[in-house]
């Protein structure tokens, strides 16, 4: 009997340090971790608040390049705001989000939603790419057609994780904005008023709750697709120059993955090989 106890009780063991083992087995998201078979890319998202009268703004915008130079996992979005032709008009309820009870004094980024990118940006690149990585169970992939006046998106998302409470935000953007742009900054050769800047990545529309529109069905193994039809909003200057990106963000806003799209791009999920 005591032999029976002693072998039901190893077993028991060895049953939890293996359920342990499942639970806990999770892929390397570190920045400088090799790619594991099967997982998908992270990429970081960096929201940009941003005006072309913002004489500081360039500081940050500045950083955002030198952020694309150093990796191939960012995503970035200009959120224009002030007197600007690029001014995104329905701002507030972001805004109230990340600044509750203080004003919109620009600049302003957060990386990833919620975090902070620490002052001052351009020095603190690594700051952003740490929040990139090889490996996490949560991908993206965009399809869209731009035809006839109308736009057709789907956003696909694969789990290899099981989750809970969900959002997904998706914005229209559109590049070569060319306009002026203060600068009080050393950065872009301290010129002062930059003449026929290019403004990239600048939000005009925002496909869903800007804040997000949950999603269900989240569960390990399954893909969901979300399909967005609408007119090419009347602010688009040449439809030519729309793109896409579509982000997750978990029950705490801050974004797990994040894909930027040219229109009429068809993509697959970026799965490590």
Known sequence: MKNLLTLFTITVLM????????????PDQTVDAEPISGYFKKRVLIEDYTGTWCGNCTRVSYA?????????????VAIHNGNDPYSYADIAPLKNLILPNSPLALPV??????????FP????T???INLTSNNTTLGLA???????????????????DDYSNLKLVVYLLENNLIYYQRNYTNYYDAVNPIL????NHVLRNSLTNILGDEITGTTNGSTITKNFSIPIPSIIENSENISFVA???DENNNAINVRASLANENQSFEINP
């Open 142 to 160: 965009m399809n869209s057609t731009i035809e006839n006046g109308n736009l057709n998106l789907d956003v696909k998302i694969k789990f290899l």
């Open 64 to 76: 955002i390049d030198q952020v694309y130079e150093l990796s191939d996992k960012v995503v970035s």
């Open 121 to 124: 940006e351009p020095t603190n």
């Open 15 to 26: 049953m939890s340090c293996a359920d342990t083992v499942v639970i806990e087995n999770r």
């Open 126 to 128: 690594q700051e952003a």
């Open 196 to 199: 026929d800047y290019e403004h």
């Open 109 to 118: 980024s957060r990386l990833n939603r919620m975090t902070v990118w620490t």
């Open 247 to 249: 982000f997750v963000v």
